[in-house]
Each structure stands twice: as structure tokens, then as C-alpha cells.
């Protein structure tokens, strides 16, 4: 059911043109679940989903996140207080839009790909 989820959900994510968080969170899981998968000797289940693709997708989204949905120091610069800004995330579709909701969303996503990564 997982594996169902995050597949019919990828060119949704694929073609995404700004910032989205929850979706890589759902990723992040979808990799870790192939991974165990894959140790348990269970690598029949996995036959039907296509796995490099599911992977570069993956990496595409964090490094896109990052792009268009973080502060960096050249877009506060154009916010009434930048320093409150600089390192923060928002939601572009929704007029820069910054909530702690979304900020925990990324940071989630960014931190499980980061731990999980490296």
C-alpha cells in the first residue's frame, strides 16, 4: 500500500513547479521502505515499481526544495526584517507564505534525507 501511494503520486511530484514538503517526507519514507524490503530477501514485492526512478525523483526533490522554498540571504534581502528570514521556508504558490507547520514539513523532509543519506 505504501509503495501504491508513492508511486501513483510521483509524476504529481515530478512536475511540481514550486516548493511542496509533504511530499518528500512520503519519499523519504517510500526509499527506507524499499531498503527494508530489500533486506528482508523480499525483492519479488518490489518487481513492478521502477526503483532508480523512484530515487531520482527523490534526490530531484530535495535539491528543488531547497531552490525555490528556503530563505536564502538574496531573497530576504527584499523582506521588511531579512534576518528574521534568512534559513526559514515558505510556500511560494501561496505568496511566500511562511508557517511553522510548513517550516516543521521541511525540515522534516530535509533532515530524514539528510540522516538518511549520509
Known amino acids: 500500500m505504501g509503495l501504491k501511494n508513492v508511486f501513483s503520486h510521483l509524476d504529481f511530484i515530478t512536475k511540481r513547479d514550486t516548493s511542496y514538503p509533504t511530499p518528500l517526507e512520503l519519499m523519504n519514507v517510500a526509499v527506507k521502505m524499499t531498503d527494508i524490503i530489500k533486506l528482508?530477501?523480499?525483492?519479488?514485492?518490489?518487481?513492478?515499481?521502477?526503483?532508480?526512478?523512484?530515487?531520482?525523483?527523490?534526490?530531484?526533490?530535495?535539491?528543488?526544495?531547497?531552490?525555490?522554498?528556503?530563505?536564502?540571504?538574496?531573497?530576504?534581502?527584499y523582506f521588511y526584517a531579512p534576518y528574521k528570514f534568512v534559513g526559514g521556508f515558505f510556500a511560494r504558490h501561496d505568496h511566500f507564505r511562511t508557517r511553522i507547520d510548513d517550516c516543521e514539513h521541511f525540515l522534516s523532509g530535509l533532515i530524514n534525507y539528510y540522516n538518511y543519506t549520509y
Not at 57 to 76: C, D, H, M, N
Request: charged share 30%; hydrophobic share 35%; no cysteine.
Open 40 to 77: 528482508t530477501g523480499n525483492d519479488d514485492l518490489l518487481e513492478t515499481y521502477d526503483l532508480i526512478r523512484l530515487r531520482r525523483i527523490w534526490k530531484y526533490r530535495v535539491e528543488y526544495e531547497l531552490a525555490t522554498g528556503s530563505f536564502q540571504p538574496e531573497l530576504a534581502m
